[in-house]
């Protein structure tokens, strides 16, 4: 029989796929004999069983009256009972974080006769009666659906009313008030009474959390992280403690190290008399975490010493909730801490340092992501610019644009290609849609721990929050501050890495992390100016990335077709380049010889000397790159774009046909045999037509002269000392027929200008393989080629049947809403059927040679997920545009380490 429930006694943190991330951690924080406040949990198998089934599973009720039991006779009381009632919390809790995405109640257990009995035994009225309108006021937004504001409204009209600002100046008998309109609003948006039954309570908390795992907020937050769909979440069912009863009661999140910059110390927010969705939610300013020292210094050495047990325990850095309860700690929650990007490449290395993790462990901890976020501009500190407030770094970069203050705003600015700044007092999880489309995130309320901070903070966003000086009028579109009146049409700048918002446009300039990653370690500490954290930051980076180097088996290479990107690529750390593409070459000013190329006869003078004149052009282009490349591999696709890209349009050669004709006048002969080429060769699907390797073989001499270019530019630079290391690559094969005619030719040509320079010439010939049928022969094309490269865009293209220009923009966001794809193939290799032609190719490729070196050329190699996926299949080696390449060297150590 399935078992449903288990109590913080029968778990442990290995046990997340069953109890998810928050009640893993709460048992393991129970066995190390931490103060946790007794519960259970109920799995994600139950979870699961509702979403399938529509319903709770039949068997549940009784596993969780059986553990209720337990956690009664625990504390001695019993759940809403009139007297002394026991109250619970019910929290969602899936495998991985989600912060703020699902739901949860409080103080369940409340009702019009145990609130009594709490005011009673806890000899605090006030405390009561807040109590118990959290309950309605959460349960009717989260069980019942009621829109949120109802309940909010009548909060800030009744403080309205009694002269107050904050919700902690209200009375008991403020409170009483509170309560009887909160129910009111309950009965009229629902249609019946709040519930005064404590379990009904508790089994209706409990099945919205489960149904909580699909709300639009939760698949939006997983679709982005990529977390599966079907994993489901975990409920907790905890008993309740206060942080409201007073003055010697309080509730804060904390951290071990500094969520932003990775700093050891005292890190995190602290509310006094409030329950802790207050900190979260970013309702009240909070005070920084030291505050409690002066306040309760017995508690806080409590807290220090636990979160040192905690860090040194999961060896990372530790995300803590707390409460005190009447000078009485309590740990409601622990999970390995969502941080940014700086944080988790200093406290990586800093854990190494500590003796605490290996450097490959160091490398698991971070991610290629990550080191993206950290090569992202900044605010120009030396730029003229307007201060108009300072809030709190929540997370760190640079964010320029125009004021947007909702999530339609924000998405129609993103639709139309406008950068947007998401101003909010504060933000709560129904803001995600417009934190996604927004560069960045400002607040006028919340601390570190808010969830704009954890939420931006995981998602690599620049986003300042507390900004208190600012008066946001969301209704009206009106932010004002610093004397300024400020709407939608106004641009504004925020530095998460300060916590500084300036108006108007501002400067960005690199981050020193790019110019180390470009100019090297020495370059990155002088563009870090003597700031210890960046400098720190820095050799943070430049460790992990070296110890990278030295682990990964795949060499990372580059896609460029320039000298200067040939440039940029070495300097970020790539080891040749994977991808030359050449028909740049045939493009400007060398369009006329390559339309006469294709106009004149075959063996014609006219072709002829169309194609002496490339032949030389293209020597010199190859002349630039080989030099630049010397010592390194330089992959060199031949010419692969259809035919028509390099001729008139027809549409414009078929209107001046019709003018001709309608005005009586006549074509010129060189437009009208245009005309009759462009319509001869014109194709209905070009991607799938006259291109590639099949242009090589229908145009005579077209392959040819490029391979000469090589040739020639080789053996020159040969005779200068150099040492280039071409290779070519003939794209779009799908018979080994094809290649071994190109082969044939190219051979002939690199001997007769090996003879011609006396210089001896080794040339690789290889093929791409993007076509399905190339994979499914690879035995057969490996006794002709040296090498293959997956082209894994046009891949991609003929196994699902796309033409990616058609439908990405069309039903790529209905199928990725619909759970057709996770992410779209072409941004992440689709493992289970491009990644399964792949891995095909690899096996019957190294069936005929086994040391064939395979490699991949398409943008799949600079992305994490895929690089790893290739590692595993045993490429020798990934090539991605030349700014990524620091990402795919520290993804394809992190991909050895972790593969093993």
């Avoid at 969602?92 to 103080?107: C, H, I, R, W």
Wanted: aromatic share 6%; proline share 4%.
């Amino acid at each position: 029989m399935v078992k449903y429930v288990y109590d913080f006694t029968q778990g442990d943190k290995d046990k997340k796929d069953l109890l998810g991330g928050k009640g893993a951690n709460l048992a393991e924080m129970t066995k190390l004999g931490l103060p946790v406040p007794p519960g259970f949990t109920i799995t994600t198998e139950a979870c699961r069983a509702y979403l399938n089934e529509g319903a709770v599973p039949e068997v549940l009720a009784p596993e969780v009256t059986q553990e209720l039991v337990k956690v009664e006779q625990q504390m001695g009381r019993k759940l809403g009972d009139a007297q002394d009632p026991l109250l619970v919390s019910v929290r969602s809790g899936a495998k991985f974080s989600m912060p703020g995405m699902m739901e949860t109640v409080l103080n369940i257990g409340l009702n019009d006769d145990s609130v009594l009995g709490l005011a009673k035994t806890a000899d605090d009225e006030r405390f009561a009666w807040d109590s118990y309108r959290r309950l309605i006021q959460m349960f009717g937004k989260t069980v019942m659906d009621i829109e949120g504001d109802y309940f909010s409204d009548a909060l800030e009209a009744l403080k309205a009313e009694r002269g107050v600002q904050a919700d902690t100046d209200l009375t008991a008998e403020d409170l009483k008030g509170l309560v009887a309109t909160y129910k009111k609003i309950f009965k009229e948006q629902t249609g019946r009474d709040f519930p005064q039954d404590p379990r009904e309570q508790m089994d209706l908390a409990i099945e919205a959390v489960f149904r909580s795992w699909n709300t639009e907020r939760a698949k939006i937050y997983r679709r982005r992280e990529r977390i599966p769909d079907d994993l489901g979440t975990a409920v907790n069912v905890q008993t309740m403690v206060f942080g409201n009863m007073g003055e010697t009661s309080g509730t804060g999140v904390c951290f071990t190290r500094d969520p932003s910059t990775g700093h050891s110390g005292v890190y995190g927010d602290y509310l006094m008399n409030a329950q802790g969705e207050d900190v979260v939610a970013g309702i009240r300013n909070t005070l920084p975490l030291a505050a409690l020292e002066e306040t309760d210094a017995t508690s806080y050495k409590q807290l220090r010493d636990i979160m040192r047990t905690l860090e040194t325990h999961y060896q990372d850095l530790c995300d803590i909730e707390f409460t005190i309860e009447r000078g009485k700690l309590w740990m409601l929650q622990t999970r390995v801490g969502k941080r940014t990007a700086a944080a988790a490449f200093r406290v990586a290395t800093q854990l190494v340092d500590e003796k605490l993790i290996t450097m490959d462990e160091a490398l698991e901890r971070v991610t290629g992501a990550q080191l993206t976020q950290l090569m992202f501009p900044q605010i120009d500190p030396d730029a003229e610019k307007t201060l108009v407030t300072k809030g709190m770094a929540a997370s760190p970069g640079a964010a320029v644009g125009k004021i947007v203050f909702n999530n339609d705003q924000a998405e129609a600015a993103a639709a139309a290609g406008v950068k947007s700044v998401l101003v909010r007092r504060e933000t709560n999880p129904d803001d995600l849609p417009g934190m996604v489309a927004a560069e960045g995130v400002l607040t006028a309320r919340g601390g570190k721990t808010s969830h704009a901070a954890v939420v931006a903070r995981g998602m690599g966003k620049t986003c300042v929050v507390g900004a208190e000086a600012l008066d946001i009028n969301e209704e009206e579109g009106v932010v004002k501050v610093a004397g300024h009146t400020l709407t939608a049409d106004d641009v504004i700048a925020i530095d998460g890495t300060t916590g500084e918002v300036f108006l108007g446009e501002v400067a960005v300039q690199d981050s020193p992390v790019t110019t180390y990653l470009a100019d090297g370690l020495e370059a990155g500490l002088a563009a870090a100016g003597g700031d210890k954290d960046v400098s720190e930051l820095i050799a943070a980076v430049d460790r992990l990335l070296s110890h990278a180097d030295k682990v990964r088996r795949m060499q990372v290479r580059a896609n460029a077709d320039t000298p200067l990107d040939s440039e940029r690529a070495v300097a970020f750390g790539a080891q040749g380049i994977g991808l030359c593409r050449t028909e740049h070459m045939f493009l400007g000013d060398r369009r006329p010889l390559v339309e006469r190329a294709i106009l004149s006869e075959p063996g014609s003078d006219a072709r002829t000397s169309a194609l002496t004149a490339l032949e030389e052009k293209q020597k010199g282009d190859f002349l630039e790159m080989l030099k630049v490349m010397s010592g390194l591999p330089m992959t060199i696709r031949l010419i692969d774009p259809p035919l028509h890209e390099f001729l008139p349009d027809l549409t414009s050669l078929e209107i001046q046909a019709a003018v001709a004709k309608a005005t009586g006048d006549t074509l010129d002969d060189t437009t009208a045999k245009m005309l009759i080429e462009v319509r001869r060769l014109h194709e209905q699907n070009p991607m799938l037509g006259l291109r590639g390797v099949r242009l090589g073989l229908y145009l005579e001499g077209l392959f040819l002269l490029q391979i000469r270019a090589v040739a020639e530019a080789t053996a020159e630079l040969k005779k200068q000392g150099l040492d280039p290391k071409p290779e070519i690559m003939v794209p779009l094969v799908g018979s080994v027929r094809e290649l071994a005619l190109i082969r044939e030719q190219a051979e002939g040509a690199i001997a007769e200008v090996s003879a011609n320079y006396g210089v001896d010439l080794d040339i690789p010939i290889g093929c791409m393989v993007e076509l399905p049928r190339a994979a499914m022969t690879a035995e057969d094309l490996a006794t002709e080629a040296d090498f293959f490269s997956f082209g894994t865009n046009d891949l991609t293209q003929t196994v699902w049947g796309f033409s990616r220009d058609d439908v990405e923009g069309v039903f790529f966001p209905l199928y990725i809403e619909e759970g057709i794809f996770g992410v779209s193939p072409f941004e992440t290799i689709d493992v289970h059927g491009v990644g399964r032609v792949v891995e095909e190719g690899v096996k019957r490729g190294r069936s005929t040679k086994p040391d064939l070196k395979l490699g991949v050329c398409g943008e799949h190699g600079g992305d994490p997920d895929s690089i790893h996926f290739f590692n595993s299949i045993g490429l020798n080696y990934v090539s991605c545009s030349p700014f990524r390449v620091p990402v795919a060297r520290l993804e394809a150590g992190r991909a050895t380490v972790m593969q093993g």
